[in-house]
């Protein structure tokens, strides 16, 4: 704040720091207390109190600073009266704790008491709870089985559903191609609910999205989630596998009805090869029912009202092994490549990720150049190489230099593609094996870049 005395700003400097320092905390709440800022007092008490319980300044602090009457406290040379925060080796053992109402538990922080209550002046617990409740959050968390219950909320609560983001398309540096895919295939129809109506287009659909890795496929199932205004709902094969027979398909299921319940949404399936691999080649048992599962879930037969308002994304770096079911009309059954990034994308990639590092000058149009066909992954890789070569040298040296376009493009030459070995086997699929012209797409590209 710009009042505030200089000694009060390096404290909360200092408290911002170190925010577990509950002695730095209290002496920064007296220096408020005696500006009479009680109310940031009251909550620079509250947090200290949340790190330190039992701290019995932090709770006199407390009391002075929302103005109640402090706690009586004895006269020098006599004995303390027994209480629940100083209990007296004469005294009885402390009765039970009071059960709270509103979480059947031991009540946290109140004394307890055995028998009718005494009319004595003390520090009103309630008050203070009413005070800073909005400050500090629960000291204890719940159980997260009893939090979750059975049946359908406990199903939700396992599943983390991310609320519609503000990523968008344009948020997408170039790859223009790439959007004007999506605009036409999936998101105009899915815009435009009147022809839809109109056509018959139900308002469900499946897209795979495949090309090398590190190239922004997880990024744009995000965007495309923004764009539909639809939340978000993440699965890899971590989350589905299962040690015991039969849980793995369920997971599955569960995922699906979350989905449904959570409608508009959108379930984002990376790395599909690992969880729809095909299953021919498939010696286990459990995995080629997770596939029957999965199936299933994307046809909607499980569920009475289908998957209406589900839409289904799903990332692989080799669709070639991709279960041929999985891309059938009706499923996952538009395809788009995910290249990596045009000039355009890569000036925005590299401005990213040159954004709050020590530059001098960059030349931003040799290094895209010397970049084509580098990654997303990789790019990143080019700046940290070359913050990496500028550091060294200035350790060595003693003195702090910038980071040039010397270094940026020392970083490139020394890092290959790793884009490369990709299309190196897509080439011999695009060739071969291009049943129904699957990847057409991936063809044309390759005869643009000569790769053939």
């Not at 000291?139 to 406990?154: H, I, K, N, S, Y």
Request: a negative charge; glycine letters at 8%; aromatic letters at 4%.
């Amino acid at each position: 704040m710009a009042d505030e005395s200089p000694l009060i700003r390096s404290l909360r400097a200092a408290v911002a720091a170190a925010p577990d320092d509950v002695p730095l905390r209290l002496h920064f709440a007296e220096l408020l207390l005696a500006e009479g800022r009680n109310d940031e007092a009251v909550s620079e008490a509250a947090v200290a109190l949340q790190h330190a319980p039992g701290d019995a300044g932090a709770r006199a602090l407390m009391v002075r600073a929302m103005g109640l009457p402090p706690t009586p406290t004895a006269a020098p040379g006599t004995t303390p009266a027994p209480s629940a925060q100083a209990p007296s080796a004469q005294a009885p053992a402390p009765a039970a704790p009071t059960q709270d109402a509103a979480t059947d538990g031991p009540a946290v922080g109140r004394p307890a008491t055995d028998g009718p209550a005494v009319d004595r002046p003390g520090f009103d617990w309630d008050a203070a709870e009413q005070q800073v409740q909005d400050l500090v959050g629960p000291r204890f968390l719940e159980d997260p089985q009893a939090a979750a219950g059975e049946g359908p909320a406990g199903d939700t609560a396992a599943w983390d559903v991310d609320a519609p983001g503000s990523v968008r398309l344009a948020d997408v540096g170039g790859m223009e191609e790439v959007k004007d895919r999506l605009e036409a295939a999936f998101l105009a129809p899915m815009r435009n609910p009147e022809l839809r109506r109109l056509y018959g287009k139900s308002l469900r659909g499946g897209l795979l999205l495949y090309g090398p890795p590190g190239c922004g496929k997880t990024f744009i199932a995000r965007a495309v989630a923004g764009e539909l205004g639809a939340n978000f709902l993440t699965v890899s094969l971590s989350d589905v596998l299962d040690m015991w027979i039969g849980a793995s398909e369920k997971n599955i299921h569960d995922i699906f009805e979350t989905a449904r319940r959570q409608a508009p949404c959108v379930v984002f399936l990376d790395e599909l090869d690992a969880l729809g691999a095909k299953r021919s080649r498939t010696h286990h048992s459990g995995l080629r029912n997770v596939v029957n599962q999965l199936l299933t879930e994307l046809d909607g037969i499980a569920s009475g009202a289908g998957n209406e308002g589900v839409f289904v994304l799903a990332a692989t770096n080799v669709p070639w092994d991709v279960d041929i079911a999985l891309r059938r009309p009706g499923r996952l059954d538009r395809t788009l490549l995910v290249l990596p990034p045009d000039a355009t994308a890569r000036e925005s990639i590299l401005r990213y990720h040159l954004r709050e590092r020590p530059i001098e000058a960059v030349d931003l149009g040799k290094l895209v150049k010397a970049t084509e066909d580098f990654s997303g992954a990789d790019l990143a890789h080019v700046c940290e190489t070359a913050a990496e070569a500028a550091l060294l040298d200035s350790a060595r040296s003693g003195s702090v230099r910038l980071i040039s376009t010397k270094d940026l493009l020392g970083a490139a030459k020394q890092i290959k593609p790793s884009t490369e070995p990709w299309f190196a086997a897509a080439r011999n699929v695009a060739m071969f094996a291009n049943e129904g012209g699957l990847y057409d797409d991936l063809l044309a590209h390759l005869k643009r870049k000569r790769k053939l």
